[in-house]
Each structure stands twice: as structure tokens, then as C-alpha cells.
């Protein structure tokens, strides 16, 4: 079975070293795999593909914002998370699915997919990037993720009623033709955000174990 565990607003340098003990667990089989949510105070995370100049306020005005640029070891480029952001670390031991990355981050994208449709929003791939985007221009959901020994760490982070004009700090993904957006965004209103987790907890969980009782 797949664990579930809420970490609610947790510091991102206390959710990364929580991640790496998980996985350490997984990996001896001392945990099953487990789907962790959060929320983050607002940071910039840096993965293995940022370029300089991605990051386009300066350090002197981050600090002032109190806002901390962290680099890690996922995959993809810069992002931003912050409070009303819903962050998903599907800390799964692929061995346990199926062992393509490829595969992963395409299921990941069709869970947030189908929690979008709930709200009424159509949210669609685009070819050669990763993520979920809304009229193919807006993204609305980043996804980098890390894997040692087929297992996975970091993951989604679907905005649903967050600040997106903190992404003007950066240049989100390193893509500067496209725009970021929100749920709240796209319908006009403040959603619930822990309804919108609740949403994509049961999809993800339900779609992921439909896998393994395939398998």
C-alpha cells in the first residue's frame, strides 16, 4: 500500500533532509512508498538544469525579501514554492511499478490532469517539456524529480491559491515565452486549497494503486 503523510507549511530545508531519510528507508525496505503534501514558506529551488540568469532578482533583494535561493539535486530548472502552493513528494520505489522514469512523470502529469478537470480547468502536456499547462502558455504545475536505485524523490508543485507574481523573481523553468498561473487564476476565486489536495490525493493514490494491483 502507498502511505500518506501531510507536512503541512514546512521550512524546504526540513522537508529536504526528511526526504533523503525517507528514502533511505524505502530503499532498505524499512517504509512503504509513500505520497507526502506540503506547503513551503517561499523559496527558490534550483535544479540540475538552471542556467545563470535564470534567477533574475538579485541576491542583495532576495535576502531583503527573505526569500532563499536553494540548489538541489532534481531534475528540471528554477521554480518557486510558496504558502497556497500544493508541493507532492511521490516518494515511490519504482521497482514496486514500473521501472521508467519516462513513464513516471507522465502519470504524475495525468494525476494533475484529472484533478484540474474537477475544477473545471483543461490542462494539457506540451511535447519536450514537463509539466502541466493550461492553453498551452500558462503553467500550472512544475514536476522535477530525483531517482537513486528506482527511488524517487522531490516531485509536483501545483499551484492552487498561491502568489504567482513571486515567479517574477526568476525565469520560471528557464522558459521566458510562457506565463505562470494558478486554479484560483484560472476560475477567478479563492479555492480551497485543502479541498484541492484532498482531490489529488485520492486520484494520485487511486491511479498509482491500480498500477501495482495490476502488476
Not at 533532509?17 to 507526502?36: A, C, F, M, N
Not at 542556467?51 to 532534481?74: F, M, Q, Y
Request: charged letters at 20%; one cysteine or more.
Amino acid at each position: 500500500m502507498i502511505q500518506f503523510e501531510d507536512w503541512g507549511l514546512i521550512e524546504y530545508a526540513v522537508a529536504d533532509q526528511r526526504q533523503i531519510d525517507y528514502v533511505e528507508q524505502i530503499k532498505k525496505g524499512e517504509r512503504p512508498s509513500t505520497l507526502v503534501f506540503c506547503q513551503h514558506p517561499t523559496v527558490i529551488t534550483a535544479g540540475r538544469a538552471t542556467e545563470d540568469g535564470h534567477v533574475i532578482t538579485n541576491n542583495e533583494r532576495l535576502r531583503a525579501l527573505g526569500i532563499d535561493v536553494v540548489s538541489n539535486n532534481r531534475g528540471g530548472d528554477v521554480t518557486v514554492h510558496n504558502p497556497g502552493q500544493l508541493v507532492g513528494y511521490p516518494l515511490f520505489h519504482l521497482s514496486h511499478f514500473n521501472e521508467d522514469l519516462h513513464w513516471f512523470l507522465r502519470e504524475i502529469e495525468e494525476c494533475i490532469i484529472q484533478t484540474l478537470a474537477q475544477y473545471h480547468i483543461t490542462g494539457h502536456r506540451i511535447d519536450g517539456l514537463t509539466g502541466v499547462w493550461v492553453d498551452n502558455s500558462r503553467k500550472i504545475c512544475a514536476i522535477g524529480i530525483h531517482c537513486s536505485r528506482w527511488v524517487i524523490s522531490h516531485g509536483f508543485a501545483l499551484n492552487v491559491v498561491n502568489d504567482t507574481s513571486a515567479f517574477g523573481h526568476i525565469i520560471p523553468c528557464g522558459i521566458a515565452d510562457k506565463s505562470v498561473t494558478s486554479i484560483s487564476e484560472e476560475l477567478g476565486y479563492a479555492v480551497d486549497f485543502h479541498e484541492v489536495a484532498k482531490v489529488c490525493k485520492e486520484i494520485t493514490s487511486t491511479r498509482f494503486q491500480e498500477v501495482k494491483k495490476n502488476l
